[in-house]
């Protein structure tokens, strides 16, 4: 059973020729966009509510962890508490946040969140408190910050799908064309934004050659699928929900990630059995 717990479609790559209209680049997110978001996390602009939610899964670790005379915490143990924080919610192993400042490769990531954002989202709550650490809530404050962001460069990268496909970003569009555009994103996805089209035709065609090409499209289909397909055939569509639906594939798909590399695991010992015996 082929597992995507490291980047299977490596071998693909000639799918993904540099063209006008390429993932690559598309929806990243710049400085502007980071203190934006910081900003409006600050002030709570977004939900008093979602920023609760955060804090509660960071507190266990928060009040594990030595504090400074203030009771709040360093930059390394910032660093820590978030990366485990992405890594047990999301799968997400962020450039950026890696421990003892390791490079991580994995599909789970929300591929391309770019290494400074971290370090600049940090310094920036640094430049605001001074020496005096940390607290859970600004911990949150960064957490959701970068969870915007990650959603920011998603919706970034689905508006190129829709362009690719030729389709509008204001008003709706038919069941079937959005299904084509979250099949492409979500190739793009796997590929970790390696993927290049011109237009609807040859992004047809791309996806139907990595399907056939990837012996573990089926599973990984039928998975995305069944997150997006009841949305789709529930309701008219349009690019916000799009966006949407792959910004959930995003934040879940580890959940399949890790049962496809359990499977793998599982596989591999009992072969490792049968040889034994």
């Known amino acids: 059973m082929a597992a995507f717990c ?6 693909l790559t000639a799918l993904a020729h540099v063209e006008a209209s390429s993932f690559l680049g598309s929806g ?17 602009t977004w939900s008093n509510d979602r920023l609760a939610q955060i804090e509660d899964g960071l507190r266990a670790t928060f009040a594990s962890l030595p504090k400074n005379t203030h009771g709040n915490l360093g930059h390394d143990a910032v660093r820590y508490v978030l990366h485990r924080y992405f890594v047990q919610r999301n799968g997400w192993f962020i450039k950026g946040l890696e421990p003892n400042g390791d490079t991580w490769s994995d599909m789970s ?6 290494e400074w954002v971290p370090t ?12 005096a650490g940390t607290s859970l809530h600004e911990l949150a404050v960064v957490a959701a910050a970068l969870e915007d962001l990650i959603a920011l460069e998603a919706r970034g990268r689905m508006k190129t799908a829709f362009e690719i496909h030729g389709l509008p970003l204001i008003g709706p569009i038919t069941a079937q064309r959005a299904r084509e555009a979250v099949n492409t994103y979500y190739v793009m996805f796997l590929l970790a934004g390696n993927f290049s089209a011109d237009g609807r035709g040859e992004a047809l065609a791309k996806v139907d050659a990595f399907a056939s090409a990837y012996t573990g499209w089926d599973e990984a289909n039928e998975w995305m699928q069944g997150l997006v397909e009841p949305r789709i055939a529930a309701a008219s569509s349009d690019f916000h929900k799009a966006a949407r639906m792959v910004q959930d594939i995003g934040e879940q798909y580890y959940r399949f990630n890790d049962m496809e590399c359990r499977d793998l695991k599982a596989t591999l010992s009992e072969m490792e059995g049968n040889k034994a015996g």
Do not use: H, W
């Open 109 to 114: 990531a929300p591929a391309t969140m770019k």
């Open 28 to 44: 990243e997110v710049s400085s502007n966009d980071a203190k934006k978001y910081f900003e409006a996390e600050i002030a709570n």
């Open 120 to 131: 600049y989202l940090q310094g920036l709550m640094e430049q605001r408190l001074g020496e």
């Open 6 to 11: 490291f980047l299977a479609a490596a071998c």
